[in-house]
């Protein structure tokens, strides 16, 4: 670099005091003002059964999206990098479009689809069969604006690699569920399960789209942001900071998580380059 020692002081200031303003002091300030009114205070708030039902929700949703994205991003990134069909580059625009819309918008899409006025809602309403306002809506919602992650982390990976392996063990006699479980799954694994982490944290901490579809109906459908939302409104803040701290403490495990994962994936990929 033939950059003067005072321009990269400058860069590396301003980059720095970006992070302190924007981001460790928010981050420690929600730490700070859960711990306020001392431990006891910001324990109690994990034992009210509205806060309980909530993370139990949180990660039933994460538990049923993240395995079922994972599925999808594997089968897609594998049609899409290891196939010629028709229609490949409208399925690419499909899977990138949850990126492109307001979570808000596919909160709204599914209530315009399964609300009691949606195009489904009267038959739903015959069969007794609840979506919207329920748990099936809040997981529809999150899968939703989540499945992108995992496939757009092995799609460009997987089209790098191309297909030599693969037609290699075709040509030995190994069959498509072989040549997926030990030729293409162990090439992928470190990227697959970085989109696994990016995606978790999103269905975690996603807000507008599940907002939309929940009702708001405590201890039976808000999510840990949602009810971290309510008692912000409410003016219980210790409660609503102690929320807030352990969906802020899953983001950081999550960060620690995504930084070894991408060692040990950059340590995949390096060799193979240089070959």
Known sequence: ????FW??????????????????????????????????MFFAAFKDSDALSAIRLTFLAAGIAVPLNMVFGLAASWC?????????SLLLSFIDLPFAVSPVISGLVYVLLF?????FGPWLREHDIKII??????????????????ARELIPLMQSQGSDE???????????????????????????????????????????????????IRGETNTLPLHVEILYNEYNFVAAFACAS??????????????????????????AAGQ
């Open 7 to 40: 321009v990269r002081g400058a860069l590396i200031t301003f980059t720095l005091l970006f992070l302190i303003v924007f981001l460790f002091l928010p981050l420690a300030a929600v730490f700070v003002e859960a711990f306020r009114k001392g431990s006891d």
């Open 133 to 150: 306002f329920a748990v099936p809506g809040i997981v529809l919602a999150t899968i939703f604006v989540t499945f992108p992650f995992v």
């Open 1 to 4: 670099m033939t950059e003067s």
């Open 166 to 216: 693969e037609q290699a063990a075709v040509s030995l006699g190994a069959n498509a569920w072989q040549t997926f479980w030990h030729v293409t799954l162990p090439n992928v694994k470190w990227a697959l399960l970085y989109g696994v982490i990016l995606c978790n944290a999103r269905a975690m901490g996603e807000f507008g789209a599940v907002s939309v579809v929940s009702g708001h």
């Open 246 to 271: 352990l969906l802020a403490l899953l983001a950081l495990v999550t960060l620690a998580l995504k930084a070894i994962v991408e060692s040990k994936f950059s340590g995949s990929v390096a060799p």
């Open 115 to 119: 609300g009691a006025q949606g195009w």
């Open 80 to 88: 899409i990098t290891k196939f010629s069909f028709p229609g490949k």
